[in-house]
């Protein structure tokens, strides 16, 4: 198009703008009235400008049209999880997340009649072995198979090695020399309550260690074929979560140029538990849709929703249904897998973008300044910043200001939940010899549901 619409109008400049509202208040203060902050220390507008960004960000090259629903099977029973993740394929899932639990688990009868050309596999493994990978070799090199291992990972979320140091790095790099693929748990950080950018600078240096060690183990083709997957935890914030996967993708292509690797990462990602609450649960699903909005928009590639009832039923047949017709609804009838980058453009979402990205990025180098993010876990650095910003949202939830419906704001006295537990909905305080302090994922109204429990005994 070269002749613009409405080119017979004058533009109108950000101080205009700005100088209407200010006429408009009648008195009152623009910067108080109108102007909020974030737990990032971000300072919101009322209206943003193209006078506000200094050039628009080049596309992230994001393919929006091509996000998986994806369906998550823990696989306690391998011939009815093989039954199960062929029924979700035939509802809708064009990728399946299998939960691997043990060595034992046949990885050639779970995949029995899957059609691996249209459908990718995730295995999240809940051990650490090379020879367990090495036995599905006769998976073809075409399939879209990622296989999730993440030492530091488990460390940061256990308080302990699977075995040690040196025996846990030395199994990682082969893994990654046969798949050519590792992954980061990122999650673990928002659900514990970091905030965005906690979560991006965290994720960015946990997987820079990653890097460090491949960087000097490793051959140069294995290293520039390596692809890097984010598992993401998608909160209620919006817009905020929005450009937080956007600013994920700028901050990794910052840092894989420097080592010379695929600047291009896959992410994953799931809704925060944190958020999700035992009474008035149904409420959970208009979360869970947001967020999941948030994940397309963002330029998520692979997304696994969460059932609503997934904090106090066991798995279950509805509840998985519901979650996955959730993202059907959003791709087939909502149209959310029509244009690529659908959120380029945007002036409030671009300037969200950048200033995560580069409050992300300043936490970086912070961290590598001070010996890099391992040494931080085991001075515990790490954890006490993440229980620091939980601590300040869980103080805001307490006081009102940060509300979950149906809990907090407008509760329904009459709900009760005592009958319906079939998982404990809890963080258990279990005593266990750790290495370090493990960081602890724990909902908000933790502590609120479990007075009203008590209440109904």
């Known amino acids: 198009m070269t002749k613009q619409l409405f080119n017979e109008f004058d ?26 902050k974030s737990n990032e220390d971000i300072s919101v507008k009322p209206f943003y400008h193209a006078d506000d960004l200094k050039e628009l960000q080049k596309s992230l090259g994001t393919k929006a049209t091509e996000w998986k629903i994806c369906q998550s099977i823990y696989v306690a029973n391998i011939e009815k999880s093989n039954l199960k993740a062929i029924n979700a394929i035939n509802k809708g899932a064009n990728s399946i997340k299998f939960i691997i639990p043990s060595e034992t688990v046949s990885i050639e009868n779970l995949l029995k009649n899957i059609d691996l050309d249209t459908t990718s596999i995730h295995f999240e493994l809940h051990f650490l072995s090379s020879n367990f990978i090495e036995k599905n070799a006769f998976i073809s090199a075409e399939a879209k198979v990622y296989y999730h291992t993440d ?37 673990l950080y928002q659900n514990a309550g970091a905030t965005i950018v906690q979560e991006l600078g965290y994720a960015l240096a946990h997987a820079n260690e990653y890097l460090n060690y491949l960087d000097t183990n490793l051959t140069k083709d294995v290293k520039q074929s390596i692809d890097v997957n984010f598992n993401i935890a998608v909160g209620s914030n919006y817009f905020f979560e929005i450009a937080k996967l956007r600013a994920l993708r700028l901050l990794w292509k910052t840092v894989a140029s420097k080592y010379k690797i695929n600047t291009n990462c896959h992410i994953s990602a799931t809704p925060s538990i944190r958020n999700k609450t035992l009474y008035d649960y149904n409420t959970n699903m208009l979360r869970t849709t947001t967020e999941c909005m948030s994940a397309i928009l963002g330029g998520a590639n692979t997304i696994c929703n969460l059932p609503y009832d997934a904090i106090f039923h066991k798995d279950n047949a509805f509840g998985e249904r519901i979650a996955r017709n959730q993202l059907l609804v959003l791709k087939h009838e909502s149209y959310f897998d029509k244009i690529d980058n659908p959120t380029d453009g945007a002036y409030y979402i671009e300037s969200l973008t950048n200033q995560l990205a580069e409050k992300a990025l300043e936490l970086f180098k912070d961290i590598e300044k001070n010996g890099g ?11 006490r910043k993440i229980k620091e910003s939980a601590a300040k949202e869980q103080q805001l939830f307490d006081k009102g200001e940060c509300i979950l419906l149906g809990t907090n704001k407008h509760a329904n006295p009459d709900d009760t939940m005592k009958n319906e537990l079939e998982i404990y909905p809890f963080v258990k305080t279990n005593q266990r010899k750790t290495l370090i302090e493990p960081i602890i994922e724990k909902r908000l109204s933790e502590t609120l549901e479990q007075k009203r429990l008590k209440n109904e005994l």
């Open 11 to 36: 533009s109108v400049s950000s101080k205009q703008w700005k100088q209407k509202i200010q006429f408009d208040l009648k008195g009152a203060d623009y910067n108080n009235t109108l102007i909020w």
């Open 373 to 383: 993010f391992l040494k931080q876990l085991k001075a515990g650095t790490i954890q």
């Open 151 to 187: 030492i530091i990972g488990n460390l940061a979320k256990t308080g302990n090695w699977y075995n040690n140091i040196k025996g846990d790095f030395s199994q990682f790099e082969s893994i990654v020399t046969q798949t050519k693929y590792f992954s980061i748990n990122a999650s």
